[in-house]
C-alpha cells in the first residue's frame, strides 16, 4: 500500500464529477479533507428536506457531492450544526 498524501486527520480521495449538481465535472482527483466539506440542502415538493455533503472543485468550480456513508459521522454532525446555525441567523436577520 502507497500512501501518495496523508494529512492531519481524515480525508477522502475524491474525484470531480459534479455529482448531485449537475454532473459536468472536470475529474480531476482531489483530496477532500473536512474543512472543504460544507452542507447543501434540498427540499422536495412534500417539504422532506435531504441533506448533502458537497465539496467545490478548485480546478473547475464545480461542486460535487460525496456519499453520505463515506463521511464520518462526527464530522457530518459537525457540518449539520453549523449549516444550521447559519441558517437560523438568516432567519434573524
Ligand atoms: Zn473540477
Same mark, same amino acid.
Given at each position: 500500500? !502507497? $500512501?501518495?498524501? #496523508?494529512? %492531519?486527520?481524515?480525508?477522502?480521495?475524491?474525484?470531480?464529477?459534479?455529482?448531485?449538481?449537475?454532473?459536468?465535472?472536470?475529474?480531476?482527483?482531489? &483530496?477532500?479533507?473536512?474543512?472543504?466539506?460544507?452542507?447543501?440542502?434540498?427540499?422536495? $415538493? /412534500?417539504?422532506?428536506?435531504?441533506? +448533502?455533503? /458537497?465539496?467545490?472543485?478548485?480546478?473547475?468550480? #464545480?461542486? /460535487?457531492? $460525496?456519499?453520505? !456513508?463515506?463521511? %464520518?459521522?462526527? $464530522?457530518?454532525? #459537525? !457540518?449539520?450544526?453549523? +449549516?444550521?446555525? #447559519?441558517?437560523?441567523?438568516? &432567519?434573524? &436577520?
Amino acid at each position: 500500500m !502507497k $500512501i501518495l498524501e #496523508k494529512g %492531519p486527520g481524515w480525508n477522502i480521495k475524491k474525484r470531480c464529477t459534479g455529482a448531485g449538481n449537475g454532473e459536468g465535472g472536470c475529474n480531476s482527483l482531489l &483530496l477532500v479533507e473536512e474543512n472543504d466539506i460544507y452542507v447543501t440542502s434540498h427540499t422536495d $415538493i /412534500t417539504g422532506d428536506t435531504d441533506y +448533502y455533503y /458537497t465539496f467545490c472543485c478548485p480546478v473547475c468550480g #464545480k461542486e /460535487t457531492d $460525496i456519499a453520505e !456513508k463515506d463521511v %464520518p459521522s462526527s $464530522i457530518r454532525r #459537525k !457540518k449539520l450544526d453549523l +449549516y444550521r446555525s #447559519k441558517f437560523d441567523r438568516r &432567519l434573524v &436577520l
